[in-house]
């Protein structure tokens, strides 16, 4: 019954979205560190093969059950066999410090995601879930980690929900999965500094043509989101093959990843990428930034780094957008704001999240645009994505 | 295919969209007229019972077949059995017409929404839609509806795909939804004047003691939002049960409101009340309002005037929400906008189109508050509501 319900879930959703929120807060912390220490000592990244190595043999030795990350949890909330382990979230947190302090192109919703399910999993034994309570229990830790990390609750709260299946979406856990995601970000918010606002300005009059604009801009960005997986996906395919010795993988990636940037004379594909998503609002950048970070993150990744793809997505979709603006006549800001959540709706089959998370970060104004782009790039972008054991319940067309 | 299905799906939907904007600037326009016209000509409300009869017999003896309203829509994407006659639009823009004229106390997205599935219904024999084809496009059609009659695009996509069963959302008809509810709004936008913006003004902080007061704000709508189906369907009940005669209830229906609103000597609570509902934004109203809307609207449509449920629920809401601000520590006009979305999100039991609602038409700022309110309300209004034929897919609790 209801009261029972609400006495029950409304203090395991706050527990776990204060566990996520404090996680994210830290997480968000070191790599404010990290990238500080990387652009004042750009010698680190000289060592990213070994970053690499040493990231290996920490989930070779020590890592073993939880290095399935985000894969393992949704694997846990489809069909549960065991608890994640605690040891999940200070070793994702480390690897996460350690990819970006030595300048491997990651994001970090990855790590938040996995601090935020394996915190909220240690909940399970203290109040005897069953499996059902279990997933629910779960999908709110997904719920916080996204919602603190990007300081986007709502968007946090319909993630949870949204990105298990591909093409439905079940409200059983609606009430635990906005209570740990608000109350992840009031955590997150109370721990950190404020992060700059993105602005998107002026937003033309939606009529057929510029309708027709964002629907070819969100077609393009889920074909590039599909790229992305794809690519990062052959990527981890190559290596598997390739490198037998599993730690051996990222070390090797690391080289890669340390030459390109050397080739390249530049560090901008390096880390988050957190500048040039701000640049990609306010003036035009390379055509090829999109590219540079696709491709950066891509092998990173895609040779067994620790860290999230998302961030790199907002960037790739945010550099993405302002090239179109070349070739759409949509606002430059517009369009970086529709690619910053586009390439991720495409890549992550998340179009109502992803549609919340703009109007979230750049305002309800932008809504109907980033609702385009997001749909679009969610039709465009093929059936599976950055997440491969999310599965597909409604096909897409 | 997806080229097939774009090709395919992207027309319908846009067809479906400027029929259903049309309707909508049509209906926006009659009930501008109507409300003009009975405010400077009272004596119409004497009237009342007589147009009741006149719905009555119009809809015995032309519109039997489309009596079913709304929840004949719902039963025909559920189990396709036949076409969606035209007759239904024409009838329910009349009908609804008159209800307002004469001074019952309706809304209008029942009408906007059998409008919408009724002119999208008859595009499924010249596109040789097949049974999953026209479920569909029907949805489209409602998503078309609600989005242009409210100008709020997203809410309305996203309620064409919520309404339909309670606890789970499929995105089988995403694109055509949210096709169909853009070129909606664009079309009514284009043929009518632009509506006064509601200002929320001041949001504070969420904090854990700002949730704790907005979720029980929301629990007290969704129990409001439960008693108004309540209500409605006892009276409904009742006329069925003493009243043999069909088209005779809303007839003693019109005498009941009729001396209702000259007992109490006031119009407060007739019509569709749009100024009473910006009051509630603005200055402190009767902390009853919201029971007198609610008692004029449950006997106006128990007794089967024609109209919708929606705008009086936002009324019944933002004042209710307007009145809890003598108790509940938040801004008056953030309670009023939390009420507008919270009482009609457990009613219809659509929380998230709910709150994408209040983001479109509050901003962004108040959705985090709005949703916690429809969230709550969405979990204490039951497992039924105003749409009785929507479907119980997943329990709430």
């Known amino acids: 019954a209801l009261p029972q319900y609400l006495v029950r879930w409304v203090p395991i959703a706050g527990i776990a979205g204060i566990l996520a929120g404090a996680a994210s807060a830290l997480l968000i912390w070191s790599l404010n560190q990290a990238t500080r220490i990387r652009e004042s000592h ?3 990244i000289a060592l990213l093969p070994l970053a690499g190595l040493v990231e290996g043999l920490l989930y070779l030795y020590i890592g073993r059950d939880v290095s399935g990350g985000n894969n393992l949890i949704f694997e846990q909330i489809q069909q549960p066999t065991r608890r ?41 034994r203290p109040f005897r879930l069953d499996e059902r309570g279990r997933r629910i229990l779960l999908m709110a830790g997904l719920s916080a980690g996204f919602g603190s990390v990007f300081g986007a609750p709502l968007a946090g709260a319909v993630f949870g929900m949204e990105v298990l299946a591909i093409g439905s979406v079940s409200y059983d856990a609606i009430l635990p999965c906005f209570v740990a995601s608000l109350i992840g970000n009031i955590t997150t918010s109370a721990l950190t500094e404020h992060e700059a606002a993105f602005r998107v300005g002026y937003v033309p009059y939606l009529n057929v043509r510029t309708l027709v604009l964002a629907a070819i801009a969100g077609a393009i960005f889920g074909a590039v989101g599909l790229a992305f997986s794809w690519i990062a996906h052959q990527i981890e395919l190559f290596f598997k093959n390739h490198v037998r010795y599993v730690p051996m993988r990222p070390f090797f990636g690391g080289v890669l990843v340390a030459l390109a940037a050397a080739a390249i004379h530049s560090t901008r594909y390096l880390g988050l990428g957190a500048r040039p998503i701000v ?49 759409i006549a949509l606002p430059m800001p517009l369009l970086a704001a529709m690619g910053f959540v586009g390439v991720f709706a495409g890549a992550a089959n998340t179009p109502i999240a992803s549609t919340l998370l703009a109007m979230e970060l750049f305002g309800a104004e932008a809504g109907s645009f980033a609702a385009i782009a997001c749909i679009f790039s969610y039709l465009f972008s093929g059936h599976s994505g950055i997440y491969r054991t999310q599965r597909v319940q409604v096909n897409k067309y």
């Open 84 to 124: 994640l382990q605690f040891r999940m979230t200070p070793l994702i947190l480390l690897t996460t410090f350690m990819t970006h302090l030595f300048g491997g192109s990651a994001g970090r919703e990855g790590t938040a995601l996995q601090t935020g399910a394996s915190l909220a999993d240690q909940l399970t």
């Open 42 to 44: 750009l010698w680190l």
């Open 279 to 327: 640049e990609a609002f306010a003036l035009r950048v390379s055509p090829w930034d999109w590219l540079g970070k696709l491709l950066f993150t891509a092998l990173t990744l895609g040779a067994g780094f620790k860290g999230g793809e998302v961030t790199p997505l907002f960037f790739v979709g945010a550099t993405l957008g302002n090239a179109l603006s070349r070739f």
